[in-house]
């Protein structure tokens, strides 16, 4: 920045200098919050970045089970399979939480015995149990009389071959419905417990 001639030859105190010295000031200031902004610029550039991407969800990943796999809104075992709304495994991968299960089927000596459709199943990963909560609908595959069971908890334990609905469970088959305070199903020997019963239905073999 240039001086006026009238301004020449005074001393330091002379306006000319001291807007000299002003104007090196501002242009330092400006200078050195150009390199703070664009460090911030980058630093917030790359934390993005590495956001940029999100992780895949627990229902999509691959994971091993003992005799079973998760994939693509799909989850199956050697006992039982669920295709399902959403899943969500902890962080342990020990247990996990499936929503919206639709066409679940639970195997009998390895073949489709029952389709199962529930709001919300809590599965035991290493030990293959759920347990399955809120609106529960249990149906008979290939039945020719079509039963089916409809409750609000079921438990699978994987040992033992045995589901139990331990609330009451209302059986219904055409236009009948029979109330039944607690049904026990033994796969391994193929026995039904019953518990009390009210209201008829005819059933056959």
């Not at 908890?153 to 469970?169: G, I, Y």
């Amino acid at each position: 920045m240039g001086c006026s001639s009238s301004f020449r030859g005074r001393g330091p105190g002379s306006e000319c200098v001291r807007i000299s010295r002003v104007w090196r000031a501002w242009r330092k200031r400006v200078l050195i919050g150009g390199g703070l902004l664009l460090f911030v610029y980058v630093v917030v550039e790359i934390v993005l970045a590495g956001r940029g991407v999100p992780p895949i969800p627990p229902a999509q990943l691959p994971i091993d089970l003992r005799g079973g796999h998760v994939l693509n809104n799909h989850i199956t075992t050697k006992s039982w399979s669920f295709d399902y709304e959403h899943a969500r495994l902890s962080p342990d991968g020990l247990s996990g939480s499936v929503e919206g299960v639709r066409n679940g089927i639970v195997f009998r000596k390895g073949k489709p015995y029952l389709r199962i459709s529930a709001k919300h199943i809590q599965v035991n990963i290493s030990t293959l149990d759920f347990t399955a909560v809120g609106k529960v609908h249990i149906e008979r595959i290939n039945d020719p009389e079509k039963r089916s069971f409809d409750t609000d908890l079921v438990t699978w334990t994987n040992d033992a071959k045995v589901l139990r609905m331990a609330h009451p469970s209302y059986v219904r088959s055409g236009d009948q419905t029979l109330v039944i305070s607690n049904i026990t199903v033994n796969f391994d020997d193929n026995t039904i417990h019953l518990g009390k019963v009210s209201g008829g239905v005819e059933l056959h073999r």
